[in-house]
């Protein structure tokens, strides 16, 4: 069975930091594309990054460009996300997602709750 | 960036009738390579998930139940629910994945009349 497990979220005040990881199984995680798509509160879905199966490419929303890094260790199944210099519009819900065989996202992840705030 | 626009942004049906949703896309989704419409649908519950009910406009993704369909081409894409059920309370979101970055529409939310 395909697991997604994001953890990491919690409280920061803005300018802080957090480090997101998306533990991933019963799949080859090595094979598959990976993205992050946020969801602030009662707000609809937004794609934040995507990084491509060995780690080469990367790709990202212009809202978190130059601040996120996405990354990954294969040997370990887990998808990261650094996220530096937050804002207050960066509090959301974050899901890891994979790209499946239909090309878009076929799997997701509980999510894991961001908030920004003094 | 492509955007994407549903209708309505909220509607209500009665219990077995029929819901349709509407998506528009700024340009077309259509990728010649495979004459596929590179757009999804996918439903969400309250505290859960978004979850896959089809992509490439009209392919149920396995285990989505037929009440769910897909249809259009190019810009212009619609969701229909035949029978609407109690647990087909969610909002729906259309996605197109025809470039970086993937962008969903605004969500339709479906109650019951």
């Known amino acids: 069975e395909v697991q997604l497990v994001e953890s990491g979220g919690g409280l920061v005040q803005p300018g802080g930091s957090l480090r997101l990881s998306c533990a991933a199984s019963?799949?080859?995680?090595?094979?598959?594309?990976m993205h992050w798509v946020r969801q602030a509160p009662g707000k609809g879905l937004v794609w934040v990054s995507r990084?491509?199966?060995?780690?080469?490419?990367?790709s990202y929303a212009d809202s978190v460009r130059g601040r996120f890094t996405i990354s990954r260790d294969n040997a370990k199944s887990t998808l990261y996300l650094q996220m530096n210099s937050l804002r207050v519009e960066d509090t959301a819900v974050y899901y890891c997602?994979?790209?499946?065989?239909?090309?878009?996202?076929?799997?997701w992840g509980q999510g894991t709750l961001v908030t920004v705030s003094s | 960036d492509i955007v994407m626009t549903q209708s309505p942004d909220s509607l209500a049906v009665s219990l077995g009738e029929r819901a349709t949703i509407n998506c528009k896309s700024s340009?077309?989704?259509?990728?010649?390579?495979?004459?596929?419409?590179?757009l999804a649908w996918y439903q969400q519950k309250p505290g859960q998930p978004p979850k896959l009910l089809i992509y490439?406009?009209?392919t149920r993704e396995s285990g989505v139940p037929d009440r769910f369909s897909g249809s259009g081409s190019g810009t212009d894409f619609t969701l229909t629910i035949s029978s609407l059920q109690a647990e087909d309370v969610a909002v729906y979101y259309c996605?197109?994945?025809?470039?970086?970055?993937?962008?969903f529409g605004q969500g339709t939310k479906v109650e019951i009349k």
């Open positions: 997602t994979r790209i499946g065989g239909s090309g878009t996202f076929d799997y």
């Open positions: 019963g799949f080859t995680f090595s094979a598959y594309w």
């Open positions: 990084l491509n199966s060995d780690g080469s490419s990367t």
């Open positions: 340009q077309s989704v259509l990728y010649s390579s495979n004459n596929q419409n590179q």
């Open positions: 490439w406009a009209s």
């Open positions: 996605q197109q994945y025809y470039t970086t970055p993937r962008t």
